[in-house]
T-cell receptor, first 112, second 113 residues
């Protein structure tokens, strides 16, 4: 089955630092890739997505590029803010029912 | 639009008790999903319903049953709760198009004593 391996956390950064959270996947066929974010006490929200090789998803200053050759979808942001503190999940969707398979999540804390 | 709603928000059960978690969506989505979230394990799929009238097992279905009541509603039932089912439960829905972007509810925090 599909699987997602995410960079282990927690990650603690100072405000305005550069962020990278690594994500690699295994999946059959032509998967879609997603990053979801979970703020404390809330459900998951879609942050960005990419549906084919070399696509770049972007939202709120976050970016990730679908790299089929390295089966990766690393999340980056040039300058993080305190409000970006949350748990970030990488996910892959494939198969006839397009089920999502999630990574274990990376806790990000940004200090002022 | 309320999106995906779940009830209750919190629940405490004793071992062996039963309960039903309710989920509803108002986005006219075809597919609905139940996940559980445990520390360090991400979200794991319990059951899903690709369309009204169909349900299928996910990664961790044991101890659970589901009902797709209509296009809007998808319930999760614990017939005899066990401490191992202490978790946060999330319902999600999607169009089941080629991208399958899923929209999540706020979650139900369940504790089984």
């Amino acid at each position: 089955g599909d699987s997602v391996t995410q960079m282990e956390g927690p990650v603690t950064l100072s405000e305005e630092a550069f962020l990278t959270i690594n994500c690699t996947y295994t999946a059959t066929g032509y998967p879609s890739l997603f990053w979801y974010v979970q703020y404390p006490g809330e459900g998951l929200q879609l942050l960005l997505k990419a549906t084919k090789a070399d696509d770049k998803g972007s939202n709120k200053g976050f970016e990730a590029t679908y790299r089929k050759e390295t089966t990766s979808f690393h999340l980056e942001k040039g300058s993080v803010q305190v409000s970006d503190s949350a748990v970030y999940f990488c996910a892959v969707s494939s198969g006839s029912a397009r089920q999502l398979t999630f990574g274990s999540g990376t806790q990000l804390t940004v200090l002022p | 639009n309320a999106g995906v709603t779940q009830t209750p928000k919190f629940q405490v059960l004793k071992t062996g008790q039963s309960m039903t978690l309710q989920c509803a969506q108002d986005m006219n989505h075809n597919s609905m999903y139940w996940y559980r979230q445990d520390p360090g394990m991400g979200l794991r799929l319990i059951y899903y319903s690709a369309s009204e009238g169909t349900t299928d097992k996910g990664e961790v279905p044991n101890g659970y049953n589901v009902s797709r009541l209509n296009k809007r509603e998808f319930s999760l039932r614990l017939e005899s709760a066990a401490p191992s089912q202490t978790s946060v439960y999330f319902c999600a829905s999607s169009l089941l198009d080629s991208y399958n972007e899923q929209f999540f509810g706020p979650g139900t925090r369940l504790t089984v004593l």
